[in-house]
């Protein structure tokens, strides 16, 4: 098979394909889209972008109770939302194996924090490896699901921002099938009443003791010497951050975690014992630098490196008081500041200059619409989570009484992910929220993928999309407080939102209009 160039996130793919999966699902979310955009390309892999998290991981585990090979994707603020089943996952374990991919995201360049997704890895005592490269994410896919299948529970793989957009060589090699053996029916196993929940609870601990013991053995953990024998500094890292060690330091040996929970404690005690200082190198918080800290070993690390933000070999060697070899480039000139803002010809900026013009309080929501907080428009004034928007306005009502100038604004994508929910609420506890929802047409912030209310599955296959009437009749809203408006007619929308306050009752507004970026490339599309 050919060597080729690809990011860390085609590497995924490739290594779910080549171990033989048989189902891919998630929700986009950068920085982890790519992966399954690539794996539905194989006709050999069924895939679906789900409407959310939680729903991505429950079908995946039921693809791996079916005994399939099954990758689930996600990024770290999705992952709060795959929560709830993911705690139980690891009572019931899997028949075929279940990799759950999460890419965190360090300096937030798309996320509204930088949650590190190791503490959910110890908290739910599952498994987790971190590549460093495109190679490693190619093995490690792979490697997980062995072991998944090997300990009988899913398994997570920890991606990065750098990692899962930078490329690197991978060897390729040829998929692997695996029989899908079907469901077993055993309730014991599988239905987690507390009966039955406390036996698994008890094969869960046993099986975290036994990986325990045998994280020393797994070839992803080991020490890489350096070119100096006798070299007083040791450095333990995972990940990418190894990579920028090992520039820095040619010269110091340095402990390589391909597995982080759990952590190989004969491995990193011979280290700690060997070198006079200990590094401990790790993006975002201090996972496994407390961890050896209470075992009792002095190690440097958060004192040193900072806890937020990309690590860098120019950062790590600066910290540390090395001068770098490498070239430097000198800029001589001061590059203007380019904000982010809204497109030229974007659909929502026709919404967001009417909310400042009428000067609208306006709860906001996770979209390439949450631009709209920023100049020229200032017109969005919190932003939590997805599906957030629907619901802060409730409870501001609830403190308040409401003062009939806040509406919620949501996304298609977003509304179908976490809005829903949110609305039934409105309706069900007799709120008065305004709730706009601005279809474009597609997922446009993550790369323009289709969602339940474009029409189109991953592969673009036509299917049903949602009706926001019916859905609105069907919650409570009265027929006549569901308003549809063209993003580009001003006085639509202006009309709809006016009408909707005015009405001082629970109402949707829905604004359509084909992103301008979707719009030119379907044009291009046809043109071809």
């Given at each position: 098979?050919e060597?080729?160039?690809?990011?860390g996130?085609?590497a995924?793919?490739?290594?779910a394909?080549e171990?033989g999966?048989?189902?891919?699902v998630?929700?986009?979310?950068?920085p982890?889209t790519?992966?399954l955009?690539n794996?539905?390309?194989?006709?050999?892999?069924?895939?679906?972008w789900?409407?959310?998290?939680?729903?991505?991981l429950?079908v995946g585990?039921?693809?791996a109770?079916?005994g399939?090979?099954?990758?689930v994707?996600?990024k770290?603020?999705?992952l709060?939302?795959a929560?709830d089943p993911?705690?139980t996952?690891?009572?019931?374990?899997?028949?075929?194996?279940?990799?759950?991919?999460v890419a965190?995201?360090?300096?937030?360049?798309?996320s509204?924090n930088e949650?590190?997704s190791r503490h959910?890895a110890r908290a739910?005592?599952?498994p987790m490896?971190?590549?460093g490269?495109s190679n490693?994410?190619?093995?490690?896919v792979?490697?997980?699901?062995?072991l998944?299948?090997?300990y009988?529970t899913?398994?997570f793989?920890?991606a990065?921002?750098r990692?899962?957009?930078?490329?690197?060589i991978?060897q390729l090699?040829e998929r692997?099938e695996?029989?899908?053996?079907?469901?077993?029916r055993?309730?014991?196993?599988?239905?987690?009443?507390?009966?039955y929940?406390?036996a698994?609870?008890?094969v869960?601990e046993k099986r975290v003791?036994?990986?325990?013991k045998?994280a020393?053995k797994?070839?992803i953990?080991?020490?890489?010497?350096?070119s100096?024998?006798?070299c007083?500094i040791?450095i333990?890292?995972?990940?990418?951050?190894?990579?920028?060690?090992?520039?820095?330091?040619?010269?110091?040996s340095?402990?390589k975690?391909g597995?982080?929970?759990p952590?190989?404690?004969?491995?990193?005690?011979d280290?700690c014992?060997?070198?006079?200082?200990?590094y401990v190198?790790e993006?975002?918080d201090?996972f496994?630098e407390d961890?050896i800290?209470?075992r009792?070993?002095?190690?440097f690390?958060k004192d040193?490196?900072p806890?937020?933000?990309?690590y860098?070999?120019?950062m790590?060697?600066?910290?540390?008081?090395?001068?770098?070899?490498?070239?430097q480039?000198?800029?001589?000139?001061?590059?203007?500041?380019?904000?982010?803002s809204?497109?030229?010809?974007?659909?929502?900026?026709?919404v967001?200059?009417?909310?400042?013009e009428?000067?609208l309080t306006?709860?906001?929501?996770?979209?390439?619409?949450?631009?709209?907080?920023l100049?020229p428009?200032g017109a969005?004034?919190t932003?939590v989570d997805m599906g957030?928007?629907v619901?802060?306005?409730q409870?501001?009502?609830m403190a308040?009484?409401?003062?009939?100038?806040?509406?919620a604004?949501?996304?298609?994508s977003?509304f179908?992910?976490s809005?829903?929910t949110g609305?039934?609420?409105?309706?069900?506890?007799?709120?008065?929220?305004?709730?706009?929802?601005?279809?474009?047409?597609?997922t446009?912030?993550?790369?323009?993928q289709?969602n339940p209310?474009?029409?189109?599955?991953i592969?673009?296959?036509?299917?049903?999309a949602?009706?926001y009437a019916?859905l609105g009749?069907?919650?409570?809203?009265?027929?006549e407080?569901?308003?549809f408006a063209?993003?580009y007619k001003k006085?639509?929308?202006?009309a709809?939102?006016?009408d909707?306050?005015a009405?001082g009752?629970?109402?949707?507004?829905?604004?359509?209009g084909?992103?301008?970026?979707?719009r030119r490339?379907?044009?291009k599309?046809?043109?071809?």
């Open positions: 098979m060597k080729v160039l690809i990011s996130n085609e995924i793919a490739r290594g394909y171990a999966v048989k189902v891919g998630g929700y986009p979310g950068t982890s790519e992966i955009e794996l539905c390309k194989c006709k050999e892999v069924k895939t679906e789900s409407v959310n998290e939680k729903v991505a429950e585990l039921g693809a109770y079916a399939a090979r099954t990758i994707t996600m770290h603020v999705g709060n939302v929560a993911l705690f996952s690891s009572y019931t374990g899997i028949k075929g194996g279940l990799v759950i991919v965190d995201d360090p300096d937030m360049h798309s509204q949650q590190d959910y739910s005592k599952i490896l971190e590549p490269d490693e994410a190619r093995d490690f792979k490697l997980a699901f062995e998944s299948e090997k009988d899913p398994v793989v920890r990065v921002t990692m899962s957009h930078s490329m690197s991978v090699c692997v695996k029989e899908v053996g079907g469901f077993d055993n309730p014991k196993k599988y239905v987690m009443i507390p009966g929940a406390r698994r609870h008890q869960v003791l036994q990986m325990t045998d020393d797994l070839s953990n080991f020490v890489d010497k350096g100096v024998k006798k007083r040791g333990i890292a995972s990940g990418i951050v190894y990579n920028y060690a090992r520039e820095v330091f040619p010269e110091a340095i402990l975690l597995m982080v929970n952590l190989p404690w004969k491995l990193i005690s280290f014992l060997s070198y006079e200082e200990i190198l993006e975002l201090p496994v961890q800290k209470a009792g070993y002095e190690v690390g040193v490196f806890i937020a933000g990309e860098s070999p120019s790590i060697a600066d910290r540390l008081g090395k001068e770098s070899d490498r070239p480039m000198n800029l001589s000139m001061e590059l203007p500041p380019r904000p982010p809204l497109c030229p010809g974007c659909p929502h900026r026709t967001f200059a009417a909310f400042k009428m000067d306006v709860t906001g929501d996770i979209g390439c619409y949450t631009l709209g907080a100049y428009f969005m004034h932003c957030a928007s619901t802060v306005p409870g501001m009502e308040t009484g409401g003062d009939g100038k806040t509406v604004v949501i996304g298609d977003t179908a992910h809005g829903i609305l039934l609420n409105a309706a069900y506890n007799k709120r008065h929220t305004v709730l706009v929802v601005l279809d474009n047409g597609t446009a912030m993550t790369g323009m289709p209310l474009s029409g189109k599955t592969t673009g296959e036509a299917t049903v949602l009706d019916k009749e069907a919650v409570g809203i009265k027929s407080n569901i308003r063209d993003a006085e639509e929308v202006g709809a939102l006016k909707s306050l009405s009752e629970l109402s949707l507004v829905i604004v359509k084909p992103c301008v970026i979707l490339k379907m044009k599309q046809q043109a071809s």
